[in-house]
């Protein structure tokens, strides 16, 4: 069983939002703000009814609505007008398994994109009884901007347009939360999640009967059949009936809230956040039923870096036949799983994969997974530069021409190095991202022009390369001595070389120091042409 | 193509035809049966059938009403193809024919109460239009579902459900269809569709999907509840059906079909104890606690004393068939609840019962 699609509406930031998602591995990215959280949790929503670890009919809080369309019902209700009320829908759309009957029952044509597949819808809408209330209560402008969540009910379906529990289900999901934002209510939570996720139900039952068993015996310790035969004899003051003391049978005390996990002879809420993730993880990963949607929420919280190294490992080893929908801010994350399974979402609510990347790109940011990609993806322009000191120069001539850095612009300044150019090149085509290549000729303009073919026109992507084509003026150091006089370079780095070939020595054989310098000082300098067009 | 391996079994009373089908279902593990049912108390008897043969519904067999199969498995799916405007919540139950004159292009009156709540009598109608309108995908999701889907009580079936039966019976899903025309005693559907079949009619079509080679049909006449004299009389209302003829021998002191007197039926009912079976509550009881032919189907007696209603009385007479011809399913299922005795409370003569209790 895996996820085809995912459908949302009206969810959080979410609006008319569709994720498409392949069988196995999803890694979704994106900036902050972008819903990615939101997507994560709608998918639990639709295939447990479960929202921030409770059943969502008991959950409903009216931040689940989107804002937007909240503020506008209100306002059109005001002017007295007629609209639709604000709802949430959630759809996933099932991969077809002919051999799988269960599957089919969920089967049918009632979704909103009218394909014959299987799958599940999740609605809170206002419920029928309430319509008239709902419209009176947003028309009555005393009444604050915020649903009134109490003429709300949850519906959860199949296609098939027929009610649902978790029993129809032929499959489980298992949400993997790492995150310190939500606090676990309860001790044992964790425990329930594992025996939940992990356990078959045969073996629940074991552990039930067992529970039981042992209650039942606490009552046939001699000690305590001592005390019942004390209390039988005095209660008969109190009662004409048999008194006695016994372990509390009823459900209400069930071994969930007797039984808790130990990580070697600590109890598993001692174990440092690390671990707790870790084993978390990896319980679910090991889980007794193989037809689990795995959800995993920023797996790099709380991990130091080899333990995220080996945790990551666990992930593409033994997740090779399940789905697993894991979100991320680590670049790390991305390449080393695999950065062809990347769900970009856009703050314009759109998403992108890389279908198509070449293979050896993927093993290129696997083997070297260091590599800053996510800045890559997430920013409105890149402008990708060979080394730090290139890095420096670009950022102070975007500031002197746009009078801020270039980041609070949304641009982002990547040094990647040569080699790695068209690599990320490869990345932002397919995305079609917004990019500029700082480059030097290396005194070879027929071999940058040969390496660069596909992007010098200019006419099928946003991905333009800048350089000099001169090439006596093969790197930044020339550039910056072609651009400005060797005096004002002299003042800026404190020299005070009398020939050109000496400064340019200097300046080579410390880059950096260099580099930094130039961004620093309070002199003005000129841009260097090249550099000038990509900051344009 | 066809499936020859659907299979109409039509089943006297008493032959065990519930206990064929559980042991059928028991014995193709391997395989995944819808067992649809058409009332709550079919139901019952179908997991209480299930209970001491397997110590419950196992895994494989969804026992499901008529409605609900229909309503869950063949409508609500692909309703959209067919009427997108809002969810079928739920079916609502007519006597008789529903929305008379609105016409079929009106998909929302014709078919709708509320636009939501889908009519008894039409909601077969509506299944066979989805089936037709989204390319069969009904039929391909029931497949993908189930490999059988068994329905007990196929007598009950009429109008649009034949056209719906049809339709499986072409899906190739294993179709089983189990009953006994002559205790056709509920409709599932009062519409003009089909009405030719209706009752013991039935078996014109069963005859036609037969020849079209949909089925094949099978006879179930042994009976293990009736004595010889009680299936002699039955037969007599079927000139033209298999006869049912008995499998038990197990007699009595009092064994076969009876008059009463009118003035000797209270000693007849401190004698033989019989349960009182009437028509309906207009008839008088005799001071017992008497059940309607209707309610009767499916239970069983040792003896039976039957509260006559005037066509009955006239056929008694006369031994003439026109006169029940009404009643003539009811007087069937009523006759035949019993294992050792049927009376008649009737001071007349008859041809066909000749023998009168005489106290």
Redesign the interface.
Known sequence: MHIDRVYIDGFKRLTNFTVELNDRLNIIVGDNETGKTSVLEAITLVLTRQYDGRTIDYAIDPYIFNATTVAEYFARRRRNEQAPPPRVLIEAYFHDE?TE?AL??L????NTK?E?CPGLELRIDVDPDHVESLKEYAADNSNPVVIPVEFYRVTWRS????GVTLRDLPFRAATIDTSLARVYRGPNKYLAQVVNDVLTESQRRQLSLAYKKLRHGFSQEPGVTAINDHLEQQGNRATNKKLTIQMDMSSRSSWDNAITAHLDELPFDCAGKGEQCRVQIRLAIAGAEQSQVLLIEEPENHLSHSNLNKLINDISNDCADRQVILTTHSAFVLNKLGIDNLRLISHSGNTASLTGLAPDTKDYFMKLPGYDTLRLLLSKRSILVEGPSDELVVQRAYKDKHGKLPLEHGVDVISVGALAFKRFLEIAELLNLDVGVVTDNDGDIAALQAKYAGYLNGENSKIRIFYDSDKLYPTLEPQLLKANSRQTLNTILGKKYADDATLLKDMSGNKTDCALKMFETTETWKTPEYIANAIE | MPSSENKIIIACAGSGKTTRLVTEALANRDR?IAFVTYTNNNIREIIKRFSELNSGVPKHVDVVTWFGFLL??CA??????KYAEK??ESLLFVNGQSAKYIKETDTKRHYFANGELIYSDKIAKFVVECENR?SQ?VTA?LR???TDVFIDEFQDLAGWDLEFAKMLLQSGIRVMLVGDPRQHIYSTNPSSKNKQYLGIEIVKLLEIWKKDGLCTLEPMSGTHRCNAAICEYANALWPGMDAMKSLGNDTTDHDGVFLVAENAVNDYIKRHSPQVLRYDKRAATYGCEALNFGLAKGLEFGRVLIVPTGPIKKYLQSGTLSHVKASRDKLHVAVTRARHSVAFVFDGQSPIVPTRFSP
């Open positions: 002919p009957p089919a029952k089967k049918g044509g009632n009218n014959n296609f098939a347009s027929n | 995944r869950r498995e609500r799916p692909y309703q959209r193809s969810r079928i989204s995908r999701r993908q579902i189930y």
